[in-house]
C-alpha cells in the first residue's frame, strides 16, 4: 500500500476530496514531464498495427509498462494549429493560428499574450523546446525562450521547408545558427534532449521534445537506412523508436523514471505514407479520425498503470491543465482553457473529463466527438468543404461499433443528432469573433460556385 492509499484508509470519506490530483501533487516532488511529438506519424504506425512491415519494440514496451489511450485526438489535422493548440491548452482559432500552416514567408506568429506549457510550470519546472517549433519565425518574439521555455535546440517550421536552419537559444542569451541537415536532424534533438535531462535531472523540469519526423521527405539517418520493410518512412518511424529508447534508458539510469512522466503522441495524422491504421482520411482531411486521431502512449513506472488501455477521449489541449495539476501548480488566469485534467483518467481510470472534442479544419468546426457518437458536419469533395446535413448526407457515427466511421446511424438516433447539431452550432457562434478568415463550408457563406451532388 503507497502513501495514498494510507492516507485514504485513515481519513476515510473526507480523502477523495482532500487527494484530489492537485493536493495529491503538493505532498509530493512536482514530477517531470515530457512530450514526444512526432511531426505527421500514423496511428497505425507502430505496434501491432505495424504489421511487422516497422519494428517498434520500444514504443511497444513503453506500452507494457504504461498506459495506451485508443481515442486520444491532436489539436487539429494540420501542424501549426495543432502545436498552438498544444502548448497553450485552447481551441487554435483563439490564439490567432487556426488558419492553415505558417509557411516561409508567413508573418504570422504566437501571440506574446498567449501563456504556454513552459509559462504555466515556470514557478517549479525549468523547460526546453528540442526540435520543430512552427509557431513563427519573424520579429523579435517569436523563439520559444520569449514564450515561457528556459532553452530551444530546434527549426523553426517543417524540415522541407527553405531556408532551414538549426537555432539554439537560452533566455537572455544571444541566439546560434548553424547549417540543419534533415538526415542527421532527429538524432541532434535526442542529443540536445538528453544534454537537457542530464542537466535538470536534481530539479523539475519540462521538455517538449518535438521530433521533426517522420515528415516527408523521409530521410533517415544513416545508421537507420533500409532497415525498414516500409522503405524510407519506416526506416524513420524504427529511428524514432531508437530516439524513445534512448529517452527512456536515460531516465532509468538517472534514476528519475518514477519522477517522470512521458507522454507520447503526434501533431496529427499521416500525409502522403503512414497507416492511419484503418481510420478515415489522412492529414488535412475533413472532420473523419484519420487527420486527427494519433498515438498516444503515456508512461510514469509505478505510477501510470502497466498494460493499460484506455478508450477514454482526450486531446492535446489536455497537456497544460493536466501537467498543472500533477505539479499542483494554478493554471494561467484570466485564460479560457478548453482541456481539460486528465490525471484522474491516467492515474485511476476514470472517465473521460470531456463531455466533447470538437474537430477544427482550419477555423471550422467540422465535427464534434462524444465518447460514444461523432458527428461530422463538414468534408471535401472537389476542393469545396461541404455542408454535409445542407446537402442531405448527415453524418451520425457510432464510435464504439464503427471506429472506421464508415456507416452513418444518423436516421436511427436524430434525437443524438439534433443535440450534437446544436452544440455544433453554439460552439461556430462562440468562436466566431475569434476568427480570422471567413468560412470556407460550403452553405455558410455564399459559393463562388456550388458543385453539383453527384449522381
Known amino acids: 500500500m503507497d502513501r495514498r492509499d494510507l492516507l485514504t484508509s485513515a481519513l476515510g470519506g473526507a480523502a477523495a476530496a482532500l487527494l484530489a490530483p492537485s493536493a495529491w501533487a503538493a505532498t509530493r516532488r512536482p514530477p517531470n514531464f515530457i512530450v514526444i511529438q512526432c511531426d505527421d506519424m500514423g496511428y497505425g504506425d507502430w505496434g501491432a498495427a505495424a504489421k511487422g512491415a516497422i519494428r517498434t519494440p520500444n514504443l511497444d514496451r513503453m506500452a507494457r509498462q504504461g498506459t495506451t489511450m485508443t481515442d486520444f485526438y491532436a489539436g487539429a489535422n494540420v501542424c501549426t494549429p495543432s502545436r498552438a493548440a498544444m502548448l497553450t491548452g485552447r481551441y487554435a482559432v483563439r490564439t490567432g493560428l487556426g488558419h492553415r500552416v505558417i509557411m516561409p514567408n508567413d508573418k504570422r506568429v504566437l501571440p506574446m499574450s498567449e501563456k504556454t506549457i513552459a509559462t504555466a510550470l515556470a514557478p517549479t519546472h525549468s523547460s526546453a523546446l528540442v526540435g520543430k517549433w512552427h509557431l513563427g519565425h519573424t520579429g523579435s518574439d517569436w523563439l520559444p525562450t520569449r514564450h515561457g521555455f528556459d532553452y530551444y535546440y530546434g527549426i523553426p517550421y517543417s524540415h ?48 517538449d521534445l518535438a521530433l521533426s519526423a517522420p515528415h516527408l521527405p523521409a530521410v533517415p539517418h544513416p545508421d537507420f537506412h533500409g532497415k525498414s520493410a516500409a522503405g524510407p518512412y519506416g526506416d524513420v518511424i524504427e529511428e524514432i523508436d531508437s530516439i524513445v529508447g534512448r529517452i527512456l534508458a536515460r531516465l532509468k539510469t538517472l534514476g528519475i523514471a518514477g ?52 478508450d477514454a477521449i482526450g486531446m492535446s489541449i489536455d497537456f497544460l491543465p493536466t501537467f498543472c495539476a500533477m505539479a499542483g501548480v494554478a493554471p494561467p488566469a484570466g485564460v479560457t482553457i478548453d482541456g481539460r485534467d486528465l490525471s484522474a483518467t491516467l492515474l485511476r481510470g476514470a472517465p473521460t473529463p470531456h463531455d466533447g472534442l470538437l474537430l477544427f479544419d482550419d477555423e471550422d468546426v467540422v465535427a464534434l466527438r462524444t465518447q460514444r457518437w461523432k458527428l461530422v458536419t463538414a468534408d471535401y469533395y472537389r476542393n469545396y468543404l461541404l455542408d454535409l446535413p445542407a446537402r442531405g448526407y448527415p453524418q451520425l457515427y457510432d464510435m464504439q461499433k464503427d471506429p472506421a466511421e464508415s456507416y452513418s446511424v444518423a436516421q436511427r438516433h436524430p434525437d443524438v443528432v439534433a443535440d450534437l447539431t446544436a452544440r455544433i452550432e453554439a460552439a461556430r457562434s462562440s468562436f466566431a469573433p475569434h476568427r480570422t478568415q471567413p468560412s470556407a463550408i460550403v452553405g455558410m457563406r455564399p459559393p463562388a460556385a456550388l458543385p453539383p451532388a453527384a449522381n
Open 160 to 207: 522541407d521547408m527553405k531556408p532551414l536552419a538549426l537555432y539554439e537559444a537560452r533566455r537572455g542569451a544571444e541566439t546560434e545558427t548553424s547549417p540543419a541537415d534533415i538526415a542527421t536532424l532527429q538524432q541532434k534533438f535526442c542529443d540536445k534532449a538528453l544534454e537537457f535531462i542530464d542537466s535538470n535531472r536534481g530539479r523539475p523540469f519540462f521538455l
Open 259 to 310: 519522477d517522470t512522466l512521458v507522454f507520447f503522441t503526434s501533431d496529427n495524422g499521416p500525409w502522403f505514407e503512414g497507416a492511419t491504421g484503418g481510420l478515415r482520411q489522412r492529414k488535412g482531411g475533413g472532420g473523419y479520425d484519420g487527420g486527427y486521431r494519433v498515438p498516444a502512449v503515456v508512461w510514469r513506472p509505478g505510477t501510470i498503470p502497466a498494460g493499460r488501455r484506455s
